[in-house]
């Protein structure tokens, strides 16, 4: 009994510790399975990883297709808008100072009439003492400003007619330089006084640019050469041809500075009346290629009109073919290509054939006087008359 109790208990100790031993187990075995879920969790991201590194790798297709776009290609500016207007343009200044000669002889002649009529109202008063007296009711401000007004006079009096005829343009282009320094107008000079083939206006910034100068270096020197050779030009041509020469070598210095630009690809804008003063500075040399020509800086180098526009032409066709872009040398070039083909072609095919327009223009103005000038002088739109525009001569 004894050895079947101590049996028994022993039976009954294993049991325990086999059930101490399998709840144990039971216990241990989650943290098993958790450490195990850990580690293939732990696994699971690689995986994704791996996925996620493949899916992100794109087909050659879709890669094209997530490439950015390339820049559009900017269209070659079409020029027949400012070609029209370059033509119009021209026809319409030559027009126009044809219309101004036949005004302004109009006028002369009868300021002449009305001097005459004034000398002979005058004969009969010369009394000084009037006058004497009219002074001596002034005041001394008054006296000083007819004093000004009279140097003044003098002074304009002295200048030559081509003189007195640039000194509107200079006052034109000083106006221009200084809109250019206010800010609140930058916007507006940038696309109205700057010419470029590229711009949305094209037209209009042809004539304008002409006129706008940002330097005062630049426009000291174009307006210097224009008032070297103001004098000469106004001879050849007479004031109201000179003005449609000048303007009309304005826009066709664009118009051919758009075709080199349009055809080589470069449309940065560009500014200057250097065009226009090529073109008068063309034309002098061109028609009196004798004449004896001087520097500045060096009055003691001389040579001739004929070498220096051969020298200038050159060295602006090297700029236009060798890309150089300090100047526009095709506005140069163009204006003075222009200057040249105007003394030589230009005045027999534009300047000659202006009498019918004249003629129309007369028998609108005085519809009772067919056929006959102002001052009953037939012909008024003929190329005769001092300084009236006839056909290009020496001075």
């Not at 426009?219 to 020469?245: D, P, R």
Request: proline share 6%; hydrophobic share 40%; glycine share 10%.
């Amino acid at each position: 009994m004894a050895w079947r109790g101590c049996v028994l208990k022993w039976a009954k100790t294993e049991l325990i510790r086999s059930h101490n031993t399998t709840s144990r187990n039971s216990r241990v075995s989650p943290f098993n399975q958790q450490r195990c879920g850990f580690r293939r969790e732990a696994r699971r991201p690689d995986t994704k990883k791996g996925n996620v590194s493949q899916e992100t790798k794109p087909s050659p297709t879709e890669a094209s297709a997530l490439r950015p776009p390339p820049p559009p290609k900017v269209p070659r500016p079409t020029l027949f808008k400012p070609l029209m207007f370059t033509v119009g343009f021209t026809g319409c200044s030559f027009g126009a100072a044809a219309i101004l000669q036949y005004e302004t002889l109009k006028s002369r002649v009868q300021t002449a009439k009305d001097e005459e009529e004034a000398e002979k109202i005058l004969q009969g008063s010369q009394d000084m003492a009037h006058w004497h007296d009219w002074w001596n009711q002034l005041s001394g401000f008054q006296r000083q400003l007819i004093i000004l007004m009279s140097m003044a006079d003098d002074f304009w009096s002295s200048l030559t007619e081509g003189q007195r005829t640039v000194t509107g343009i200079i006052a034109v282009n000083a106006v221009v330089l200084c809109l250019w320094r206010i800010p609140s107008m930058q916007r507006s000079m940038m696309k109205y006084f700057t010419s470029s083939p590229a711009s949305k206006t094209r037209c209009l910034p042809m004539i304008l640019s002409s006129f706008s100068h940002y330097s005062f270096i630049h426009m000291a020197a174009n307006m210097y050469v224009l008032w070297t050779f103001s004098s000469g030009i106004v001879s050849l041509l007479g004031k109201e041809q000179f003005l449609a020469v000048y303007l009309s070598a304005g826009v066709i210095s664009s118009m051919f500075s758009y075709m080199c630009k349009t055809a080589t690809g470069r449309l940065s804008p560009s500014l200057g009346a250097s065009g226009a003063v090529m073109a008068v500075l063309a034309a002098v040399c061109a028609k009196v290629p004798e004449a004896k020509l001087g520097i500045i800086f060096a009055p003691m180098v001389t040579f001739t009109a004929g070498h220096a526009l051969k020298v200038l032409v050159a060295i602006d066709a090297a700029g236009l073919l060798l890309g150089w872009r300090l100047l526009d040398h095709a506005a140069h070039l163009g204006g003075a290509l222009f200057g040249v083909w105007y003394v030589a072609y230009g005045h027999k095919l534009i300047w000659r054939k202006r009498e019918p327009l004249v003629k129309m223009w007369h028998d609108m103005r005085s519809p009772g006087a067919q056929g006959s000038g102002p001052g009953g002088r037939p012909g008024v739109g003929g190329d005769s008359g001092s300084g009236g525009g006839g056909g290009p001569r020496p001075e």
